[in-house]
C-alpha cells in the first residue's frame, strides 16, 4: 500500500509518491498527452492546457456521463491541476529525483466514505502509468488489480473511508467479464 488518507480542514486528500526512473518531460508527456492519458487516466480530458481553462472529461466506455471541470495549475513539466467533477481535485507535481522524477499524486475530496475506494482505483491507475512509462505489458488484469488493492485500503483506512462501493460498471464490461469467467 503506498496511498495516505489525510483530513485537510473539511476535506480528505489522498496522497500518493512514486518515484519513477524516466525524466521528468517522459512523465510530463504522459500526464498530458491524450495518446498516453488514453492508457493510463479513466477518463479522455478535453479542453485547452492552460490556467483557468474549462475541461471535458469523457468516459470511454460508457461508465459514466461526461463530467466537467478547469485547469486550476499548469506549469509544464512540474505541476498539473484540474478540478474533476463537482468535488474532486487532481493534483499531480513532478521533481527531478537522482535520474528520475519524483510524482506525487493528491486526490482531495468531500466524502470520506469513498476514500478507500477511490485509493484502490488510483493506485491501479498509478500503476498503469508506471507500466506505460517502461513500456510493458501489464502482468494482471486492473479490475482484479484493484479488488486486491481495494481490501488492502479497507483495513488500513478508518471504517468510515470504506461505505461508498466500487463504482458501477458499464453493461457491456460485465457481459465481457462474464464471458472470461465462463
Not at 512509462?133 to 488489480?145: T, V
Amino acid at each position: 500500500m503506498d496511498g495516505e488518507l489525510e483530513q485537510v480542514e473539511d476535506r480528505w486528500r489522498l496522497r500518493f509518491v512514486r518515484r519513477l526512473p524516466h525524466s521528468p518531460d517522459k512523465v510530463w508527456r504522459a500526464l498530458t498527452e491524450p495518446e498516453h492519458l488514453r492508457v493510463w487516466f479513466p477518463t479522455d480530458i478535453e479542453g485547452e492546457r492552460a490556467v483557468g481553462a474549462r475541461l471535458r472529461f469523457v468516459f470511454r466506455e460508457g461508465e459514466g456521463p461526461a463530467m466537467e471541470g478547469r485547469m486550476l495549475a499548469y506549469q509544464p513539466p512540474t505541476l498539473l491541476e484540474f478540478s474533476w467533477g463537482e468535488e474532486l481535485v487532481l493534483r499531480f507535481e513532478l521533481q527531478p529525483d537522482a535520474d528520475g522524477t519524483r510524482l506525487t499524486f493528491l486526490g482531495t475530496f468531500d466524502e470520506l466514505g469513498k476514500a478507500s475506494r477511490d485509493a484502490a482505483g488510483w493506485h491501479v491507475r498509478l500503476d498503469v502509468l508506471v507500466y506505460h512509462l517502461a513500456g510493458e505489458e501489464l502482468p494482471w488484469n486492473p479490475r482484479e488489480r484493484w479488488a486486491e488493492v481495494h481490501d488492502i485500503y479497507v483495513h488500513a483506512f478508518p471504517r468510515e473511508a470504506s461505505t461508498i462501493g466500487p463504482p458501477k460498471r458499464p453493461p457491456e464490461s460485465s457481459e465481457d467479464e462474464s464471458k472470461e469467467h465462463a
